[in-house]
Nanobody, 126 residues
Framework: VQLQAFGGGLVQAGGSLRLSCVAS????????MAWFRQVPGKEREFVAA????????GYADSVKGRFTISRDNAKNTVYLQMNSLKPEDTAVYYC????????????????????WGQGTEVTVSS
């Protein structure tokens, strides 16, 4: 599976961005998809994940109520809608994928994912 993330950019605090991640290769609909983010000098942290059937989602506490993850299996794409952005959301955002037998499962640890995109940079100015 190859993942390509895009949609990052510069936005003012309180604004919105939508990130997209397009998957190619093996069957996208078999995969749990997630977004992580990383700032220099810090560990890559979990942001959100969605089960392969789209029925279950999970979020980091820091983004709950502001970010929404969704997927379109017909387009092999997962999205991260980010609203009410804060300067502390500034980071490089990575999409990740893994296979899962259970249709409703999702995962939070970065070592549970084995496919990664190249990252897209989000900068939120105050």
């Amino acid at each position: 599976v190859q993942l390509q993330a895009f949609g990052g950019g510069l936005v003012q605090a309180g604004g919105s961005l939508r990130l997209s991640c397009v998957a190619s290769g093996r069957t996208f609909s078999s995969g749990v998809m997630a977004w992580f983010r990383q700032v220099p000098g810090k560990e890559r942290e979990f942001v959100a994940a969605i089960s392969r059937n789209g029925g279950n989602t999970g979020y980091a506490d820091s983004v709950k109520g502001r970010f929404t993850i969704s997927r379109d299996n017909a387009k092999n794409t997962v999205y991260l809608q980010m609203n009410s952005l804060k300067p502390e959301d500034t980071a490089v955002y990575y999409c990740a994928a893994r296979y899962s037998v259970a249709p409703g499962s999702w995962f939070q640890r970065k070592d549970e994912y084995y496919f990664w995109g190249q990252g897209t940079e989000v900068t939120v100015s105050s």
